[in-house]
Nanobody, 119 residues
Framework: QVQLVESGGGLVQAGGSLRLSCTAS????????MSWFRQAPGNDREFVGTITGLGMYTRYADSVKGRFTISRDNAKNTVYLQMNSLNPEDTAVYYCAARRPGVDTSDYWGQGTQVTVSS
């Protein structure tokens, strides 16, 4: 089964930028639709964005649209989340998720990486 590992989280000041990475252990990475979610303490896990297998289509939550960008490098089995203009409301644990449409009955999840934005 595919294993996902997030990295790149940390502490950043408001207005700053951070790039998260999510690397899959193996597989035909281009077969997976990759998504980013986040969860702040006391909140439900919320959708951040999605990128299709070849990176041709992306979709973002309204809360991050224009500030965050998803990209992927299938040769490296990696999906990225570039986060700009961060604010304290972006503080959360960020998770990547993978699913092969028509194959997987549920998402595979990484362990998450903490992003903290200070004011």
């Amino acid at each position: 089964q595919v294993q996902l590992v997030e990295s790149g989280g940390g502490l950043v000041q408001a207005g700053g930028s951070l790039r998260l990475s999510c690397t899959a252990s193996k597989g035909t990475f281009s077969a997976y639709v990759m998504s980013w979610f986040r969860q702040a303490p006391g909140n439900d896990r919320e959708f951040v964005g999605t990128i299709t297998g070849l990176g041709m289509y992306t979709r973002y939550a309204d809360s991050v649209k224009g500030r965050f960008t998803i990209s992927r490098d299938n040769a490296k089995n990696t999906v990225y989340l570039q986060m700009n203009s961060l604010n304290p409301e972006d503080t959360a644990v960020y998770y990547c998720a993978a699913r092969r449409p028509g194959v997987d009955t549920s998402d595979y999840w990484g362990q998450g990486t903490q992003v903290t934005v200070s004011s």
